[in-house]
């Protein structure tokens, strides 16, 4: 098991348990419990990247213990 922070870079750092195996699409539910909002609006990425696909892993993008991901919210506007 790993904890990643997920940023909302609004000053709100979350710290949320996962498994490297586990797909964008579940942390995303994860997230979601914890931010309050629903998955399908939420975007994962690193800063400077383009955003996470939900059908990839976190080990697939690299996320490892203590790694930083930033958390956008998208309205669909």
């Keep these: 098991m790993i904890i ?9 750092k979350a710290q949320i348990p996962a498994f490297p195996s586990d797909t964008i699409k579940q942390f995303k539910v994860m997230v979601a419990m914890r931010v309050g909002r629903e998955p399908h609006e939420i975007l994962l990425k690193r800063q400077g990247e383009r955003p ?3 059908q990839l892993s976190l080990a697939d993008y690299g996320v490892s213990n203590g790694v930083q991901i930033d958390l956008e919210v998208d309205t669909g506007d």
């Design 4 to 12: 990643v922070t997920v940023n909302d870079r609004l000053g709100t």
């Design 52 to 54: 996470f696909k939900d």
